[in-house]
């Protein structure tokens, strides 16, 4: 009779099996450690890049973020500005950075959509070293005016600057900005020959549209509110497919006749991370947030600033509406001809 191997109880040679087990054996190491980085995430302080000065709505977003994760998380986070050049210097920063988690980012959706069209080249990609967490709020602006011109709401506008081309000027916080591209936009559909005027953040735009040198342009809730409430400006219409919950009483351009694809277009305000940022650790920090957009506090601090909290977002939904977006702000930009 021949020598025959010694079997597992599973009927299996015992042979076999020590190699079969060995294999696995030698494959845990590979996997524990990245599993294990990512259960203990974070053992330290997060940096919170925002590529807007302090004290500005983005800013105040990414300071409430902080306020209310970092309990939650158990880790400080920790808010960085990093102003300049329409958010690109910011931006750049948390692209280039380690993808371990530690660094991320609140972000205007302009940041990562339209500077790419605007500007002839980029310190970035956000096709390949941006990784998108969460959209954090739906971020419309509102048209507002001059109180002194005769129109008081979009449409009566709309029919004024048709009537008398050559007649308006129009401010813009940025070229290339949702404000400067629309209004580009509508000049170009009423042939109205409107004047451009183009500043360095909506605080100088403002203050010219107070001293009569602006007639309209687009603008934030949170820094044209006051100027409404005095008197000296006036609201005309809200961009997006809905009405804000902070001016209920403020019709839509589309509810005004202003129904073409750049007017149901809104902006929105995000989380990111760099590109290769594990996958379990983009999770915890998305479900963080969507805890945190959900909290009756943090909705009415995010509504007071203009902006609709957004409670269901995950890192694939945001990346469905950057991808969305592409296509309207790329016809937007290259129609109104803005460049740097």
């Known amino acids: ?40 995430y974070p053992t330290k302080p997060v940096r919170v890049i925002v590529g807007m000065a302090p004290g500005g709505a983005t800013d105040v977003l990414a300071r409430i973020l902080a306020e209310k994760m970092g309990p939650a998380l158990g880790q400080p986070m920790v808010v960085e500005n990093r102003p300049g050049a329409g958010a690109i210097i910011g931006t750049a920063a948390l692209a280039k950075a380690a993808p371990d988690g530690y660094t991320i980012s609140v972000i205007l959706s302009n940041a990562v959509i339209a500077n790419q069209f605007v500007y002839s080249k980029l310190p970035y990609n956000p096709d390949t070293e941006i ?92 820094n044209t509110q006051p100027h409404v409430k005095s008197g000296r400006l006036r609201y005309l219409g809200v961009s997006g497919p809905r009405r804000m919950t902070a001016l209920p009483d403020v019709p839509t351009l589309i509810e005004q006749g202003l129904d073409d694809a750049p007017f149901r277009l809104f902006g929105w305000l995000g989380l990111i991370a760099p590109a290769g940022t594990p996958r379990p650790v983009i999770e915890r920090l998305a479900a963080e947030v969507s805890k945190t957009m959900k909290m009756p506090d943090v909705q009415e601090r995010v509504r007071a600033l203009g902006f609709e909290p957004v409670t269901d977002s995950t890192p694939e939904k945001t990346l469905n509406r950057y991808q969305q977006d592409l296509p309207v702000w790329k016809d937007l930009i290259e129609r109104s001809g803005a460049k740097l």
């Open 1 to 40: 009779m021949g020598h025959r191997q010694p079997h597992s109880l599973a009927g299996m040679p015992l042979r076999r099996l020590l190699v079969t087990v060995s294999c696995a054996a030698a494959l845990l190491p590979l996997a524990t450690p990245a599993a294990h980085a990512a259960d203990a």
């Open 131 to 222: 990784a998108f967490v969460y959209q954090l709020v739906d971020a419309a602006v509102v048209l507002v005016a001059d109180a002194r011109q005769p129109y008081r709401t979009a449409k009566e506008f709309a029919s004024y600057a048709q009537a008398k081309p050559g007649k308006i000027t129009y401010g813009s916080y940025s070229t290339g900005s949702y404000g400067h591209v629309a209004m580009s936009y509508l000049d170009e559909r009423l042939k109205s020959r409107m004047t451009h005027l183009g500043y360095k953040g909506e605080a100088p735009m403002l203050q010219d549209m107070l001293g009569g040198s602006v007639d309209v342009a687009f603008g934030s809730v949170a």
